[in-house]
Protein backbone atom coordinates (compact mmCIF):
# COMPACT_ATOMS: atom_id res chain seq x y z
CA UNK A 1 0.00 0.00 0.00
CA UNK A 2 1.38 2.86 -1.00
CA UNK A 3 1.43 6.28 1.32
CA UNK A 4 -1.82 7.98 -0.61
CA UNK A 5 -3.46 5.25 0.00
CA UNK A 6 -2.10 4.43 3.84
CA UNK A 7 -3.36 7.88 4.55
CA UNK A 8 -7.09 7.44 3.10
CA UNK A 9 -7.23 3.96 5.38
CA UNK A 10 -6.10 6.00 8.18
CA UNK A 11 -9.18 8.39 7.61
CA UNK A 12 -11.58 5.33 7.17
CA UNK A 13 -9.82 3.90 10.48
CA UNK A 14 -10.91 7.49 12.57
CA UNK A 15 -13.99 7.99 11.03
CA UNK A 16 -15.87 5.61 13.84
CA UNK A 17 -14.49 8.00 16.65
CA UNK A 18 -15.36 10.61 14.65
CA UNK A 19 -19.43 9.30 15.19
CA UNK A 20 -18.78 7.93 18.51
CA UNK A 21 -16.72 10.51 20.56
CA UNK A 22 -19.10 13.54 20.32
CA UNK A 23 -22.18 12.00 21.55
CA UNK A 24 -19.83 11.24 25.10
CA UNK A 25 -21.15 14.41 27.21
CA UNK A 26 -17.22 15.63 27.53
CA UNK A 27 -15.71 18.54 26.67
CA UNK A 28 -12.51 16.86 26.39
CA UNK A 29 -13.72 14.14 23.88
CA UNK A 30 -15.54 16.92 21.95
CA UNK A 31 -12.39 18.60 21.20
CA UNK A 32 -10.91 15.26 20.53
CA UNK A 33 -13.19 14.41 18.11
CA UNK A 34 -12.89 18.02 16.45
CA UNK A 35 -9.33 17.75 16.17
CA UNK A 36 -9.80 14.41 14.33
CA UNK A 37 -12.24 15.58 12.16
CA UNK A 38 -10.10 18.58 11.19
CA UNK A 39 -7.33 16.04 10.01
CA UNK A 40 -9.52 13.44 8.33
CA UNK A 41 -10.68 16.94 6.63
CA UNK A 42 -7.41 17.77 5.69
CA UNK A 43 -6.13 14.56 4.72
CA UNK A 44 -9.09 14.36 2.16
CA UNK A 45 -7.20 17.12 0.26
CA UNK A 46 -3.47 15.71 0.84
CA UNK A 47 -3.81 12.35 -0.25
CA UNK A 48 -5.29 13.45 -3.66
CA UNK A 49 -2.26 15.52 -3.74
CA UNK A 50 0.25 13.10 -2.76
CA UNK A 51 -1.01 10.68 -5.45
CA UNK A 52 -1.06 13.18 -8.09
CA UNK A 53 2.64 14.38 -7.42
CA UNK A 54 3.72 10.76 -6.97
CA UNK A 55 2.16 9.58 -9.79
CA UNK A 56 0.43 6.81 -7.13
CA UNK A 57 -2.86 7.30 -8.24
CA UNK A 58 -4.23 3.20 -8.22
CA UNK A 59 -7.68 1.40 -8.52
CA UNK A 60 -7.56 0.57 -4.94
CA UNK A 61 -7.21 4.91 -4.37
CA UNK A 62 -9.84 5.50 -6.48
CA UNK A 63 -12.35 2.97 -4.54
CA UNK A 64 -10.84 3.87 -0.90
CA UNK A 65 -10.99 7.83 -1.33
CA UNK A 66 -15.52 8.12 -2.16
CA UNK A 67 -15.67 5.80 0.66
CA UNK A 68 -13.94 7.50 3.14
CA UNK A 69 -15.98 10.14 1.99
CA UNK A 70 -19.18 8.88 2.12
CA UNK A 71 -18.24 7.25 5.40
CA UNK A 72 -17.21 10.92 7.11
CA UNK A 73 -20.46 12.66 6.24
CA UNK A 74 -22.50 9.55 7.31
CA UNK A 75 -20.60 9.38 10.49
CA UNK A 76 -20.81 13.15 11.45
CA UNK A 77 -24.39 13.16 10.29
CA UNK A 78 -25.07 10.98 13.17
CA UNK A 79 -24.07 13.14 16.22
CA UNK A 80 -25.01 15.99 14.51
CA UNK A 81 -28.61 14.59 14.24
CA UNK A 82 -28.88 13.46 17.78
CA UNK A 83 -27.29 16.86 19.11
CA UNK A 84 -28.99 18.86 16.94
CA UNK A 85 -32.11 17.95 16.20
CA UNK A 86 -35.59 19.84 17.32
CA UNK A 87 -36.88 21.96 20.16
CA UNK A 88 -38.84 18.83 21.11
CA UNK A 89 -36.04 17.32 22.90
CA UNK A 90 -36.00 19.99 25.68
CA UNK A 91 -33.06 20.93 27.49
CA UNK A 92 -34.27 24.20 28.74
CA UNK A 93 -32.32 27.44 28.52
CA UNK A 94 -28.89 27.50 28.14
CA UNK A 95 -26.72 26.18 29.42
CA UNK A 96 -29.09 23.79 31.57
CA UNK A 97 -29.77 22.96 27.16
CA UNK A 98 -26.08 22.09 26.43
CA UNK A 99 -25.27 20.29 29.62
CA UNK A 100 -28.28 18.30 28.62
CA UNK A 101 -26.86 17.41 25.24
CA UNK A 102 -29.50 19.59 23.58
CA UNK A 103 -26.63 21.69 21.54
CA UNK A 104 -28.43 23.33 18.29
CA UNK A 105 -26.39 26.44 16.63
CA UNK A 106 -27.04 29.23 18.57
CA UNK A 107 -27.34 32.52 16.35
CA UNK A 108 -28.38 36.11 17.40
CA UNK A 109 -31.69 35.63 15.64
CA UNK A 110 -32.25 32.13 18.11
CA UNK A 111 -31.16 28.68 18.29
CA UNK A 112 -30.99 26.94 14.69
CA UNK A 113 -31.86 22.65 14.77
CA UNK A 114 -31.07 19.97 12.19
CA UNK A 115 -34.12 19.30 10.64
CA UNK A 116 -34.48 15.89 9.57
CA UNK A 117 -34.95 16.94 6.05
CA UNK A 118 -31.33 18.47 5.68
CA UNK A 119 -30.04 15.10 6.13
CA UNK A 120 -32.53 13.33 3.59
CA UNK A 121 -31.33 16.13 0.45
CA UNK A 122 -27.37 15.72 1.73
CA UNK A 123 -27.24 11.44 2.11
CA UNK A 124 -30.42 11.10 -0.14
CA UNK A 125 -27.80 12.91 -3.06
CA UNK A 126 -24.56 10.80 -2.47
CA UNK A 127 -27.03 7.70 -2.41
CA UNK A 128 -28.08 8.80 -6.01
CA UNK A 129 -24.70 10.35 -7.44
CA UNK A 130 -23.29 6.54 -6.27
CA UNK A 131 -25.67 4.70 -8.15
CA UNK A 132 -25.65 7.46 -11.15
CA UNK A 133 -21.69 7.07 -11.40
CA UNK A 134 -22.18 3.01 -11.10
CA UNK A 135 -24.66 3.15 -13.98
CA UNK A 136 -22.79 5.30 -16.28
CA UNK A 137 -19.57 3.58 -15.77
CA UNK A 138 -21.56 0.72 -16.79
CA UNK A 139 -22.10 1.95 -19.97
CA UNK A 140 -18.12 3.51 -20.21
CA UNK A 141 -18.92 7.30 -19.24
CA UNK A 142 -16.73 8.84 -16.14
CA UNK A 143 -18.63 11.35 -14.26
CA UNK A 144 -16.07 13.72 -13.62
CA UNK A 145 -16.63 16.37 -10.46
CA UNK A 146 -18.03 19.47 -11.25
CA UNK A 147 -17.01 22.98 -9.78
CA UNK A 148 -20.25 23.45 -7.79
CA UNK A 149 -19.91 19.88 -6.19
CA UNK A 150 -16.42 20.77 -5.26
CA UNK A 151 -18.19 23.94 -3.24
CA UNK A 152 -20.46 22.14 -2.32
CA UNK A 153 -18.17 19.70 -0.60
CA UNK A 154 -15.58 22.32 0.97
CA UNK A 155 -18.96 24.28 2.87
CA UNK A 156 -20.01 20.66 4.08
CA UNK A 157 -17.17 20.45 5.80
CA UNK A 158 -17.08 23.93 6.97
CA UNK A 159 -20.67 23.22 8.18
CA UNK A 160 -19.91 19.92 9.71
CA UNK A 161 -16.49 21.87 11.37
CA UNK A 162 -18.64 24.47 13.02
CA UNK A 163 -20.85 22.14 14.62
CA UNK A 164 -18.27 20.01 15.82
CA UNK A 165 -16.24 23.37 17.24
CA UNK A 166 -19.57 24.59 18.96
CA UNK A 167 -20.29 20.89 20.71
CA UNK A 168 -17.02 21.14 22.26
CA UNK A 169 -17.03 24.66 22.83
CA UNK A 170 -20.63 24.94 24.41
CA UNK A 171 -20.18 21.85 26.74
CA UNK A 172 -16.75 23.68 28.09
CA UNK A 173 -18.74 26.65 28.62
CA UNK A 174 -21.94 25.16 29.99
CA UNK A 175 -19.96 23.18 32.35
CA UNK A 176 -18.02 26.38 33.45
CA UNK A 177 -20.90 28.51 33.20
CA UNK A 178 -19.51 30.98 31.01
CA UNK A 179 -21.94 33.62 30.34
CA UNK A 180 -19.27 37.04 28.85
CA UNK A 181 -19.34 39.28 25.99
CA UNK A 182 -16.67 37.68 24.20
CA UNK A 183 -18.03 34.03 24.48
CA UNK A 184 -21.27 35.10 23.41
CA UNK A 185 -20.03 36.83 20.45
CA UNK A 186 -18.05 33.49 19.49
CA UNK A 187 -21.27 31.69 19.84
CA UNK A 188 -22.87 33.54 17.63
CA UNK A 189 -20.39 33.77 15.18
CA UNK A 190 -19.86 29.73 15.32
CA UNK A 191 -23.62 29.51 14.41
CA UNK A 192 -23.81 31.98 11.89
CA UNK A 193 -21.06 30.57 9.75
CA UNK A 194 -22.43 27.50 10.58
CA UNK A 195 -26.09 28.30 9.63
CA UNK A 196 -24.63 29.70 6.31
CA UNK A 197 -22.47 26.89 5.32
CA UNK A 198 -25.06 24.44 5.70
CA UNK A 199 -27.40 26.62 3.85
CA UNK A 200 -25.12 27.07 1.11
CA UNK A 201 -24.28 23.12 1.05
CA UNK A 202 -27.92 22.30 0.88
CA UNK A 203 -28.16 24.62 -2.34
CA UNK A 204 -24.94 23.75 -4.13
CA UNK A 205 -26.31 19.48 -3.31
CA UNK A 206 -29.57 20.85 -5.05
CA UNK A 207 -27.73 22.81 -8.05
CA UNK A 208 -24.70 20.25 -8.63
CA UNK A 209 -27.19 17.53 -8.59
CA UNK A 210 -29.24 19.41 -11.92
CA UNK A 211 -26.24 19.74 -13.62
CA UNK A 212 -25.23 16.43 -13.51
CA UNK A 213 -28.33 14.91 -14.57
CA UNK A 214 -28.59 17.70 -17.12
CA UNK A 215 -25.66 17.37 -18.72
CA UNK A 216 -26.01 13.39 -18.53
CA UNK A 217 -29.53 12.56 -18.62
CA UNK A 218 -28.63 10.51 -21.43
CA UNK A 219 -28.07 7.69 -19.20
CA UNK A 220 -30.97 7.62 -17.72
CA UNK A 221 -32.95 7.68 -20.68
CA UNK A 222 -30.70 4.51 -22.51
CA UNK A 223 -29.92 7.12 -25.62
CA UNK A 224 -26.67 6.28 -27.25
CA UNK A 225 -23.47 7.63 -25.65
CA UNK A 226 -22.64 9.30 -28.43
CA UNK A 227 -25.60 11.56 -29.27
CA UNK A 228 -25.28 13.56 -26.54
CA UNK A 229 -24.76 17.77 -27.51
Not at 23 to 52: C, K, W
Not at 55 to 69: H, I, K, M, N
Amino acid sequence: MNLPNAVTAGRIAVTPLIAWLPLAPSSALRLTAFALFTVAAVTDYVDGQLARSRQQETDLGRLLDPLADKMLLVATSIPMFILMHGSALGGGEWPSKALSNVLPFRTPFGDAWLPWWVLAIVLGREVFMTLFRQLAARRGVVIAAIGPAKWKTALQLVWIGCAYSWFWTATLAATHRWDTTPWNAFANFTGIVGVASMTGSIALTLYSLLLYIRSYSFILTGAAVGGRG
